[in-house]
């Protein structure tokens, strides 16, 4: 098409835009869309260009520690110490290595986190409602558009309804904008083109069916922006803070290294070359090069880790802020439930009715008391029937001899309840043509649909909230299809009845209108409809659910439930999912009334909350919140954005959320799954925990390598560890057994510990105790088996070399000690680690072996074999240090247990 005619489609009629596309009012054929598909090309936007392997590789060299040891590689070789030089630059390019291998990862992840959140489209194909991958429209498809989504393309709309679009993304306008398929005048500026909904604008309300005329980079938000990245960059305060630590404390550790050199050659007259590269090997001892980027392969594990348990992380912190979450605020429908909803009662004037079957699946007997019921005694099934299929926008589709909604899963038990009523039909009333419609709006809480069949009837049929049915109706409809004074006290007593038994409970009414009445308006309905009856619906929990809000209560968590269910209804599905404070519910109303003050003291001591609006949840969040809580919260809808954003980790629906709540949470559950957050929650504090575990690992590592060359420098002694030896073990030990670490699985009783306080710091005390002690305990060991080997004839390159292994074998039993840091060590599970740590331990081992006696490498590295015995006996010290450390440990576990009542949870404390 021209680009004239690619501009002009808000100015042209909808007849000649359908002809333009070529395009079908009942939608484009499949196999004409996959044509299309071909031809115009995906619908997404050009991802921005990605760089190269080797500009990726070559990014890691820029870093203040790696120009430090080019520096030294340049001044050993300058002196003649080619050995060294090489051994300097292994590890450099180890570290090179090792980031760009971490980025690859990062970049992955995001890539299929892009995939996961990739937005569907519901759209008219060959006559049939589908949900597709919004990438898949092209130019001709019929989309259908309500309250909460994100355009996926843009479109002509050819019908709306009390639509407004947010166009601030495009055209930078605050206000939402009102919607009209009437054409508009052809200068008009992309604001005033009231006729078209834009890719990337968000559908604040109504509902709309419009003609996709543009995809991909051809939409006017594809020229203008480019790009829309959905997903950030895989970086965190904690990671960042982190980064800022290595970089002081390389600056630290190169004036400390820079006084040594000044005091070796001027006080202690050592030869520059000797005392310059002592100099080195303390400076790669002690800083700990590798730790940002094994924290960061320690948060992409863990994101990783989340998407397999169908939990998404949009935004990295999210992470770390679920460690620390205290309340989750979950919404009931879907996510506590099957989102599976099922009629199963009836309730007319002067009968009940129970509806038997199970999913969607339109056949199930209908049964009044003991006995089937039937159309021929109780006509007012047929009006049950015909409210529930004609006031409905969903469709049942049957593949497979599965039955399955595209649509709201009410709607489609309704229809599913119209196909068991008139003998499994699955489209019954299909001769009922849709005139005019006010679509659902939760301001007025109903739906009404006018329609006229061929023989010149109208009528209407409206369902919603029965409070907001019932104000509307005079009268009701009785079993043989007569009708009877509407009594309000009575329907009031039965809406209460099924909403205890943990029932949602909608109402059905209904009148006729003339032929020529095309228009429906709410004077229509106010007082003018017949009553047809209650209709009682159950969405089961979902069985993990109840397990994952058990788990959440055993780790200290609350969860409150959100809903906008009746309060009876809201109250026996707590009970049934095990909430604790179900006695009292409070609803919308309440909250409306209460102070901040008060709203926080009663929602700190209430689990159920019914009947909210948007606005209610967003107040809930803060009001926890002012309480000190770390809240997370899930929604679905766009009003819902709010409270996601507001909340310290705002949770998403993937299924059934809206783009816009997608766009303002930390997380997307997949599967809309209570029991992904729960799991969300285990994976966030083992990310924490396992961030936790590479920092005590490493501090204390490179202290006691630090320590060992000062102590021998200081002392005037032989180094028992030469600097060549301490680059090695860098190298080999912060490749493989550091890592290691970002792959731990979750600990035992890690949902048995209560929350950590948000501000809880990661360089404790505590961990400042465990650095200095262990760090300690390396000079010892290395200093003691150094001087075993003097004292013993030994050569000083043999005395060296199990100095060196000993480093070695105390890193692996630290590494075997910090992986178990709230519990003990010496159980079987502890000893059988993973099978990454057995593959750095082995990694190391071998490497060990390799430069103590292979004879090459012993010229490399100025090692000597050491004898078996020697051997056992390094390994022993090791085994004692592990010893010592572990009894350390459950001295201050056991001194920070406090006794507590009995039922309490008790909470461990951490090495760091």
Known sequence: MSEHQTHDFHARSVADVVNALHAEPQGLDPAEAAARLTTYGANRLPEPRRRGPVSRFLRHFHNILIYVLLASAAVTAALGHMIDTGVILAVVVANAIIGFIQEGRAENAMAAIRGML???????????????????????????????????????????????????????????????????????????????????????????????????????????????????????????????????????ILLVSAGLLVFGIFVRHLPFDEMFMIVVGLAVA???????????????????????????????????????VSVICTDKTGTLTRNEMMVTSLVSADDTFTVEGSGYAPLGLLRS??????????????????????????????????WRVE????????????????????????????????????????????????????????????????????????????????????????????????????????????????????????????????????????????????????????????????????????????????????TGADIGMMSDSELADAASETDVFARTSPADKLRLVTALQSRGLIVAMTGDGVNDAPALKRADAGTAMGIKGSEAAKEASELVLADDNFASIAAAVREGRTVYDNIKKVISWTL???????????????????????????????????????????????????????????????????????????????????????????????????????????LVVLEIFHLFFIRNIYGTSLTWSAVRGTPMVWFAVVTVTVAQFAITYASPLQAVFGTQAVPFLDGVMIVGVGATFFALIEVEKQMRLAFHRPARPKGNRQSAHAVG
């Open 118 to 252: 990739a937005p569907h489209s519901a759209v008219l194909r060959g006559g049939q409602r589908q949900t597709i991958d919004a990438v898949e429209l092209v130019p001709g498809d019929i989309v259908l558009l309500e309250a909460g989504d994100r355009v996926p393309a843009d479109v002509r709309l050819i019908e709306a309804r009390g639509v407004k679009v947010e166009e601030a993304v495009l055209t930078g306008e605050s206000v939402p904008v009102d919607k009209d398929p009437a054409p508009v005048r052809p200068d008009a500026s992309l604001g005033d083109r009231a006729s078209m909904a834009f890719s990337g604008t968000l559908l604040v309300s109504g509902t709309a069916r419009g003609l996709v005329v543009a995809t991909g980079g051809e939409t006017e938000i594809g020229r203008i922006s480019g790009m829309l990245s959905r997903v950030e960059t895989l970086t965190t305060p904690l990671v960042r803070q982190m980064d800022l630590f290595a970089r002081w404390l390389t600056l630290f």
């Open 286 to 324: 002690a800083i700990p090069e590798g730790l940002p980027a094994v924290l960061t392969i320690t948060l992409a594990v863990g994101v990783q880790a989340m998407a397999r348990r169908n939990a998404i992380v949009r935004r990295l912190p999210a992470i770390e802020t679920l460690g620390s």
């Open 369 to 402: 008391g003991v006995g089937t019921a039937d159309l021929a005694s109780h006509a007012v099934l047929t009006e049950f029937a015909r409210a529930a299929a004609v006031c409905n926008d969903a469709a049942l589709i049957e593949s497979g001899g599965c």
């Open 407 to 586: 649509g709201d899963p009410m709607e489609g038990a309704l229809l599913t309840l119209a196909g068991k009523i008139m003998d499994g039909a699955s489209a019954p009333f299909a001769h009922l043509t849709r005139t005019d419609a006010i679509p659902f709006d939760a301001e007025w809480r109903y739906m009404a649909v006018l329609s006229h069949d061929h023989e010149g009837h109208g009528f209407v049929h409206v369902k919603g909230a029965p409070e907001a049915v019932l104000a509307m109706c005079r009268d009701v409809r009785k079993s043989d299809g007569g009708t009877m004074p509407l009594d309000h006290s009575y329907w009031l007593g039965r809406i209460e009845e099924l909403a205890g038994q943990g029932q949602r409970v909608i109402a059905l009414a209904g009148r006729t209108m003339r032929q020529d009445d095309t228009v429906l308006n709410t004077v229509d309905l106010h007082d003018k409809l017949t009553l047809v009856g209650l209709v009682g619906l159950i969405d089961p929990p979902r069985p993990e659910a109840v397990e994952a809000v058990a788990e959440c209560h055993d780790a200290g968590i609350r969860v409150k439930m959100i809903t906008g269910d009746h309060g009876a209804t809201a109250r026996a599905i707590a009970e049934q999912i095990g909430l604790r404070n179900c006695s009292r519910v409070l």
């Open 700 to 806: 204390p590592t490179n202290a006691g390598e630090a320590l060992t060359i000062m102590v021998a420098l200081f002392a005037g002694m032989a180094l028992p560890v030469t600097a060549v030896q301490i680059l090695w073990i860098n190298l080999i030990t912060a490749t493989t057994l550091g890592i290691a670490l970002a792959f731990e699985p979750s600990e035992k009783g890690t949902m048995k510990r209560p929350p950590r306080p948000r501000d809880a710091p990661l360089l404790s005390g505590e961990l400042l105790w465990h650095i200095l002690l262990v760090s300690t305990l390396f000079v010892i060991a290395v200093f003691g088996v150094f001087a075993y080997g003097v004292d013993k004839g030994y050569p000083v390159a043999l005395a060296q070399t199990m100095a060196v292994n000993t």
